[in-house]
């Protein structure tokens, strides 16, 4: 009785042993299926040059930054927004065209006026043609053809986002996540005010770098060498 008792509680044994084996297989193997099924997708995040007068907008392409056609074909695109008389919102090249025949519509040089209050851009608000309102000390912009006053970021943002939208067509994905220059002497109202342009574009500003300091950058990139450099940034509204 002994004996038949051993032997009953080896098999015992044995079979538990073997059970837990086949356990470990069937995970492992269950966890080669999932890793196999994981596909890893990397996200799409464009460089943002928000310029006074013109935008441009790159994005890494082979290893290499490329600067992104827009929809015109251009490398650049004109930082303007207008309204027509019939409500239409244009925004580039084709809103600069028509700023001689309806100026008082035709936003430009909007970055002058982001994140600044009114009683900071008296000398700025004589050298455009489009109205600009003092709202409670900020600023705003007038738009008769549709009766509404914008604020700057708002302007901003539709640059903001059809740079987005060319990207998008260009890389054959959807693009949400940017990082976004401005000049090295913006403020930090006028830097929350340029990310919050971005999030009104619906664009997830992934961080706010000066100009120069992202030119640096380029030229440093995959240089081993350390060297001491001097940027000169001759944009079209500011010269850092």
Same mark, same amino acid.
């Given at each position: 009785?002994?004996?038949? &008792?051993?032997?009953?509680?080896?098999?015992?044994?044995?079979?538990?042993?073997?059970?837990?084996?086949?356990?470990?297989?069937?995970?492992?193997? !269950?966890?080669?299926?999932?890793?196999?099924?994981?596909?890893?997708?990397?996200?799409?995040?464009?460089?943002?040059?928000?310029?006074?007068?013109?935008?441009?907008?790159?994005?890494?392409?082979?290893?290499?930054?490329?600067?992104? $056609?827009?929809?015109?074909?251009?490398?650049?695109?004109? #930082? /303007?927004?207008? +309204?027509?008389?019939?409500?239409?919102?244009?925004?580039?090249?084709?809103?600069?065209?028509?700023? /001689?025949?309806?100026?008082?519509?035709?936003? +430009? &040089?909007?970055?002058?006026?982001?994140?600044?209050?009114?009683?900071?851009?008296?000398?700025?608000?004589?050298?455009?043609? +489009?109205?600009?309102?003092?709202?409670?000390?900020?600023? @705003?912009?007038?738009?008769?053809?549709?009766?509404?006053?914008?604020? =700057?970021?708002?302007?901003?943002?539709?640059?903001?986002?059809?740079?987005?939208?060319? =990207? #998008?067509?260009?890389?054959?994905? #959807?693009?949400? @996540?940017? /990082?976004?220059?401005?000049?090295? +002497?913006?403020?930090? #109202?006028?830097?929350?005010?340029? @990310?919050?342009?971005?999030?009104?574009?619906?664009? !997830?500003?992934?961080?706010?770098?000066?100009?120069? $300091? =992202? =030119? &640096?950058?380029?030229?440093?990139?995959?240089? @081993?060498?350390?060297?001491?450099?001097?940027?000169? !940034?001759?944009?079209?509204?500011?010269? !850092?």
């Amino acid at each position: 009785m002994l004996f038949r &008792s051993s032997a009953l509680n080896f098999r015992e044994s044995q079979f538990q042993g073997s059970t837990r084996a086949l356990k470990a297989r069937l995970s492992f193997s !269950d966890s080669k299926v999932t890793r196999r099924n994981t596909v890893v997708r990397a996200e799409k995040v464009v460089g943002i040059d928000l310029g006074t007068t013109n935008s441009a907008v790159a994005a890494m392409e082979g290893g290499a930054p490329t600067i992104v $056609t827009n929809a015109e074909g251009g490398r650049t695109t004109p #930082s /303007v927004v207008a +309204y027509t008389k019939a409500g239409d919102r244009l925004v580039g090249q084709i809103a600069k065209r028509q700023g /001689v025949v309806n100026p008082e519509n035709t936003f +430009y &040089s909007v970055k002058r006026f982001i994140g600044r209050r009114h009683d900071e851009i008296s000398n700025e608000a004589k050298e455009i043609p +489009y109205t600009v309102v003092n709202s409670a000390g900020n600023v @705003k912009l007038d738009c008769p053809a549709l009766g509404k006053q914008f604020a =700057a970021e708002e302007i901003s943002a539709q640059v903001l986002r059809k740079l987005c939208d060319d =990207a #998008s067509s260009f890389l054959g994905d #959807s693009v949400t @996540k940017a /990082v976004i220059t401005v000049p090295a +002497y913006f403020n930090d #109202s006028q830097r929350q005010a340029t @990310k919050d342009a971005g999030q009104i574009a619906g664009i !997830d500003v992934l961080r706010i770098i000066n100009e120069p $300091t =992202a =030119a &640096s950058l380029a030229y440093g990139f995959e240089r @081993k060498a350390n060297e001491t450099i001097l940027i000169f !940034d001759l944009g079209g509204g500011t010269f !850092d």
